[in-house]
């Protein structure tokens, strides 16, 4: 068969791929999201392995980084009742990156109140701690905090030092008792050593939010977190 109308040697497929070239849809560039994995750590607080609490820690620039108060704050074992008794206080905080690990003092945390039949609430819904490293860790990026709070069903990115995977925002819930502030919400169960994660919206890679706690309602499942915008207002001095 002799060459295409018009195109001479026999260049009907090097024609045919340059047409489809043209047609074909630009590449997609990588979601911002997953590049802002990088900002998170691991924390632990405690010693024994029946009294320490473990999570995530996200990185704010400057060294410090925001987790969930109640991981770091000594709550965890107080409530777990059976701890040694020279470990009710604040329990010892230990950050790892990469493998490395530094100790750890809390510059902040939020205040709790523990009522019979509903258990430990943060104030404000500040169940937030901002601690710093006693020594330099690898180097980290930092976070940049959600300005405005995505819209429900907004995709995004849960990651914690147990895993990393898409999930999608839900509408913010507001706790029957004002003083006790409002939440995000993904539609996702999560472990014990998960409190602290990161919520990242897949497209611009800004931080949402950090895991507080898990709904108990009785309903669907559903993880609720500490928005950016109560991060924000919380490092505000």
Not at 96 to 102: Q, S
Not at 153 to 174: D, E, K, N, Q
Not at 197 to 203: L, N, P, T
Request: with cysteine.
């Amino acid at each position: 068969m002799g060459p295409w109308p018009g195109v001479q040697g026999g260049g009907a497929p090097l024609l045919l791929l340059l047409l489809l070239a043209a047609c074909a849809p630009p590449a997609r560039p990588p979601e911002a999201g997953l590049s802002a994995t990088a900002t998170v750590a691991e924390i632990r607080s405690g010693e024994a392995p029946s009294c320490n609490a473990s999570g995530a820690a996200i990185h704010l620039g400057g060294g410090r980084f925001v987790t969930a108060a109640h991981v770091v704050d000594g709550s965890v074992q107080r409530l777990r009742g059976f701890c040694p008794a020279d470990r009710q206080g604040q329990p010892a905080i230990t950050i790892g990156v990469r493998g490395t690990e530094a100790p750890a003092r809390i510059l902040r945390a939020g205040r709790d109140r523990v009522d019979a039949g509903i258990g430990q609430r943060y104030f404000d819904g500040e169940d937030l701690a901002i601690v710093a490293p006693a020594r330099p860790l690898p180097g980290l990026p930092a976070a940049t905090l959600c300005g405005a709070t995505p819209a429900p069903g907004t995709p995004a990115l849960l990651v914690t030092p147990r895993r990393a995977i898409r999930t999608r925002l839900l509408a913010p819930w507001s706790d029957p008792d004002r003083a006790f502030g409002t939440y995000l919400e993904i539609p996702e169960t999560l472990a014990p050593g998960e409190s602290g994660g990161a919520v990242f919206v897949a497209a611009s890679g800004c931080l949402a939010g950090i895991v507080s706690h898990r709904d108990s309602d009785g309903g669907p499942p559903s993880t609720r977190l500490v928005p950016a915008s109560t991060i924000a207002r919380f490092l505000t001095p």
